[in-house]
């Protein structure tokens, strides 16, 4: 029961802007949206959240949409370092409890 | 900083016995737990959530009697794979919410769990 919807892979250039889309049409209007990636064998990196506004931090910036339904993940200068499969996903309440669901993520790679 | 430091990173244990794998919360308290399972090439799969005090709630599917998992202070929360198999074998990730309201998830660094 996911609560986020992204596509399987995607391919950039070296140098490029990644643009990774998330679907979230279910989420709430306290629920934050939250961006994750995970290199094999790791634990996910955090790179940025947002509730509503727009945000910005060294790594990435993060857009929402007006109606918060979906979201968009920014690496402005892709490097080869930042393939791995990035997670789209938001904390939300479940029978009086906190879940966070994972979706299938996608799996950026970065091309030299 | 806040951090979530999950230990061991990687057991290998013969089949039939328990692996216990803890994960504590540094400067902060969590007093939520969450746990999952990752096959390999596959994404995280909630297993349980605990709660500080009370007991832990399971996903379906997930049988609370080989997973167990104990949540006895805000700052430690474990899982034991009671009887292990190999089928058992799996990537284990824990992560905890940051207090305060829109925080961000702290994770472990993950336990890779390999069954004889």
């Known amino acids: 029961d996911a609560k986020t919807t992204q596509p399987t892979s995607m391919d950039c250039a070296e140098g490029r802007a990644a643009n990774l889309p998330c679907n979230h049409s279910t989420i709430s209007g306290n629920e934050y949206v939250y961006w994750y990636r995970q290199i094999h064998s790791q634990g996910p990196q955090y790179i940025i959240h947002g509730l509503k506004n727009n945000e910005t931090n060294e790594m990435a910036s993060l857009i929402i949409t007006e109606d918060r339904k979906s979201s968009t993940l920014i690496l402005p200068h892709a490097t080869l370092r930042d393939t791995a499969v990035y997670y789209c996903?938001?904390?939300?309440?479940?029978?009086?409890?906190?879940?966070?669901?994972f979706g299938t993520g996608t799996k950026l790679q970065v091309i030299p | 900083g806040a951090v979530v430091s999950q230990h061991p990173s990687w057991v290998i244990c013969k089949s039939g016995t328990s692996v216990k794998i803890e994960c504590r919360s540094l400067?902060?308290?969590?007093?939520?737990m969450f746990w999952y399972r990752q096959f390999p090439k596959q994404s995280l799969m909630l297993m349980a959530t605990?709660?500080?005090?009370?007991?832990?709630?399971?996903e379906q599917g997930v049988e609370k009697d080989k997973f167990l998992i104990n949540h006895a202070s805000l700052t430690l929360s474990t899982l034991t794979v009671t009887s292990a198999h190999p089928e058992d074998s799996s990537f284990y990730i824990c992560?905890?919410?940051?207090?305060?309201?829109?925080?961000?998830?702290?994770f472990g660094s993950g336990t890779q769990l390999s069954v004889l």
């Open positions: 400067d902060f308290q969590a007093t939520t």
């Open positions: 996903i938001v904390r939300f309440s479940s029978g009086g409890y906190q879940k966070v669901t």
């Open positions: 605990s709660n500080e005090g009370s007991k832990a709630t399971y």
């Open positions: 992560s905890a919410p940051g207090t305060g309201f829109g925080e961000k998830l702290f």
